[in-house]
Each structure stands twice: as structure tokens, then as C-alpha cells.
């Protein structure tokens, strides 16, 4: 049988794999295969495992799901299947003259399901919001074979609670994502700089001030990251305004300031692509209080550096989501006793195990201990109904 990994390390051989290309022909296996269980996956981009199969699980491919149409083209409404890429999404829109600013670094391979699975985002995250924000109705399939149709094509509706958000983030957990109708925006001009200072603390501390020019992106990186991709020396914030705003280096002596084109920002980018070639590694994503940056932050990098763990800092500044990568050798895993201090941290500045990466098999453990046995009611009380055979997978 095939293996299907992702880019946490975790691999996975199912006991059979099924690639739908619509509704119908997912409907029908579902319909013949009552008594098994199944995990989701597209792009495997992820790096919590939350699409690798376990080895009694069916592994449901939406890779070839796929279907892109306008809806109304004048208000930039238009409908995408699970298995549409953010780079067909990206070329798709663009070519009318929109923009759809949900845009992970992964978009060539990273599916319209997987990031509505995990409330993806990216760089214009900070200005435009996660994908939630573009979300208006979700198709949405149970376990058992039924078709929900929730939210509307409408703007604003206030009719009860809103059920399409609870499948937003619930990584496969509570029904298969089938289709969305979206909305896009109007493609800003970005003007990018790029902020460098040899000390990471500094760089920290001078969020606030660049927040206040009111950036479409605010990027940023450790040198311990820059590794990755230019090998600069420094830290680095990739700061990017929109067009006309007023900007002038010369208020920020501090800093060695340029401006460059917005392709630049591969600069970032590439650390993500390029750590995974390096050891294995394991993502603890974090978010949290933009006024506890430079504490936070250098708390937990002096906890690593203490320990002689290798680690790289680096993400979306701007809205307090960093994706921090701590790797080790073949056969010497982070101890539980190290994340759990590095999550001890986190919690005493108010933070969360997961910005936009998700819990997956990876965060399971780590996850239930920091959500109290309400949520985890209310969470089990809700898939009991939408999953009662518990084919997909749990979060706790």
C-alpha cells in the first residue's frame, strides 16, 4: 500500500486510498463502505499530521476535487471546490481584475479544503483577516453520506447561530468540506521594505511603531531562519504598505531600510521550503498578545538555546502568529519535559499552541490539556451528532 506523509515526519500506509472527483462519486463510496473510517487529505502540505492516515483508517484523496466558476464577477462572488489549489484559485480570480488574499507560502500545492480545515491564511492575513472572512456558504458532507448546505450567498444574515463556522478549523473532524462560495477584493498595490537589525529583541520591540503605518503584511525573521534561505546575518522584517502611504526611512535611523519589489518577500518564504530538506523537525505554532512579542519570544528562544536545541523563529509578526521549527537528530526527539516547559511559557503570556497550522495527530495531547472538559463537551456533544459512527478523526 502506498504511504502517505506530510511535512511533520508522520507517515502513514491506509488500508485502501479512494480519490473522488465530485459529490456524487463521494456520496456512493461513502454510502458502500458504512463500517470503516476515513482521514482527509489534498496537498499535504501540513505539519501537524492531521492527513495522515492511521493504518485502520480509508484515506480520501480530494486532490483531483475540483470545479471554478464565477458567480457574479461584478461583486467578485465565485465557488471553488475542496481539491482547487490557491494558485488556480489565484489565477482564477486575478484574471477578472480580483484578488483572493488568502495565500499561504505552499499555494501550488495547498487546497481550498485544507486551509478552510485549519482557517488558513497568510501574509495579508494582518489586513484582510483568514479565510473565514471570505467564507459566505460551505457544502458540506457527514460521514454518512448527507448534505448540509450552510451559510448563504448573502452578505449578512442574522438568523440563529452561524453552523458553517464550527466546520471552519475542525480538520476533517466533523464532515468533508466539499465546495465553498466565496468573495474576493479588489488586488492592493503593495510598496515592500525590507527592516533589518542585527539584534532579534530590538527588531521585536520595534513592531508596534511599523503597526502604526497600518501594513497590509508584517513578516518576520530570526537569522536562525534566514539560514534558509538568504543566509543573512540579521533579522528581518519585510514590511508591506500599500501604495502612497507616507514612509520615511530616515524616521528610523535605527534600522537599515530598503525597498524592494513584493517578489523579494521570497526571501521569507523560502525558509519554509527549505528547512524541511534539513533535519526533521516539529512545528510548534504559536499565537499570541501582539504586546508580549519581544518577551514571549525571547524567553522562548533562550529556553531552546539553553537546552542546545536548534530552532528557527519566524512568521506573521504583524498579527502575533509565529511558526517556530525546533529539529533534532535521528532518533533523539524533543522530550515531552522541554515542550512542556516551552508551552508553560506560552500560557504565561497568554498564548495559544496553534495560529493557523492546526492540532492534528501531532498537538493531540498538547491540546487536550489546555482545553477544559466544557469545550471538550460541547466539542464531543457536537461531532456525536454529525460523525455518531466516529469515522473521522477526534482533536482530543
Not at 457527514?142 to 444574515?157: D, F, M, Q, Y
Not at 531562519?225 to 546575518?233: C, Q
Not at 528562544?301 to 506573521?316: C, D, R, T, V
Amino acid at each position: 500500500m502506498i504511504e502517505i506523509k506530510d511535512h511533520s515526519n508522520l507517515s502513514g500506509k491506509p488500508l485502501a486510498i479512494f480519490t473522488p472527483a465530485d459529490s456524487e462519486e463521494l456520496i456512493s463510496f461513502l454510502n458502500s463502505n458504512k463500517d470503516v473510517k476515513y482521514r482527509i487529505g489534498a496537498g499535504l502540505t501540513g505539519v501537524s499530521g492531521a492527513a495522515v492516515p492511521e493504518n485502520d483508517e480509508y484515506y480520501i484523496d480530494f486532490s483531483q476535487y475540483k470545479s471554478l466558476y464565477w458567480i457574479d464577477r461584478s461583486e467578485g462572488i465565485f465557488s471553488a471546490a475542496a481539491g482547487n489549489t490557491m494558485s488556480e484559485i489565484k489565477e482564477f480570480t486575478e484574471a477578472e481584475g480580483w484578488s483572493f488574499p488568502v495565500m499561504p507560502g505552499s499555494l501550488q500545492k495547498a487546497t481550498l479544503g485544507g486551509m478552510i480545515a485549519c482557517n488558513g491564511g497568510g501574509p495579508l492575513s494582518l489586513s484582510f483577516g483568514k479565510i473565514k472572512n471570505f467564507i459566505r456558504s460551505l457544502e458540506i458532507i457527514t460521514s454518512e453520506g448527507t448534505v448540509l448546505n450552510l451559510g448563504s450567498r448573502c452578505k449578512k444574515i442574522s438568523e440563529g447561530p452561524d453552523f458553517m463556522q464550527l466546520f471552519i478549523g475542525s480538520e476533517g473532524s466533523l464532515g468533508f468540506i466539499s465546495k465553498a462560495i466565496l468573495s474576493c477584493v479588489k488586488a492592493p498595490e503593495i510598496v515592500l521594505y525590507r527592516i533589518s537589525h542585527i539584534s532579534f529583541a530590538t527588531l521585536l520591540e520595534a513592531i508596534p511603531v511599523f503597526l502604526a503605518y497600518e501594513p497590509l503584511l508584517l513578516e518576520m525573521a530570526e537569522p536562525d531562519a534566514l539560514k534558509f534561505s538568504s543566509g543573512a546575518d540579521e533579522s528581518v522584517i519585510w514590511l508591506g504598505l500599500r501604495k502612497g502611504t507616507a514612509f520615511d526611512s530616515k524616521n528610523h535611523p535605527f534600522f537599515k531600510i530598503l525597498i524592494q519589489t513584493p517578489e523579494n518577500i521570497k526571501e521569507r518564504f523560502d525558509i519554509g521550503y527549505n528547512l524541511q530538506h534539513y533535519k526533521k523537525f516539529i512545528d510548534l505554532d504559536i499565537s499570541f498578545p501582539l504586546l508580549h512579542s519581544a518577551s514571549l519570544l525571547t524567553e522562548l528562544k533562550s529556553l531552546l538555546n539553553a537546552q542546545n536545541i536548534e530552532s528557527s523563529f519566524f512568521g506573521h509578526a504583524g498579527d502575533g502568529n509565529w511558526h517556530i521549527h525546533v529539529f533534532y537528530d535521528e532518533g533523539k526527539q524533543v522530550s515531552e519535559a522541554i515542550i512542556s516547559e516551552f508551552d508553560s511559557i506560552l500560557m504565561k503570556y497568554e498564548g495559544h499552541i496553534s495560529g493557523e497550522h492546526g492540532i492534528g495527530r501531532i498537538h493531540k495531547k498538547r491540546f487536550a490539556k489546555f482545553k477544559d472538559v466544557h469545550y471538550q463537551s460541547i466539542y464531543h456533544a457536537i461531532k456525536s451528532n454529525l460523525d455518531p459512527n466516529n469515522k473521522l478523526p477526534s482533536l482530543f
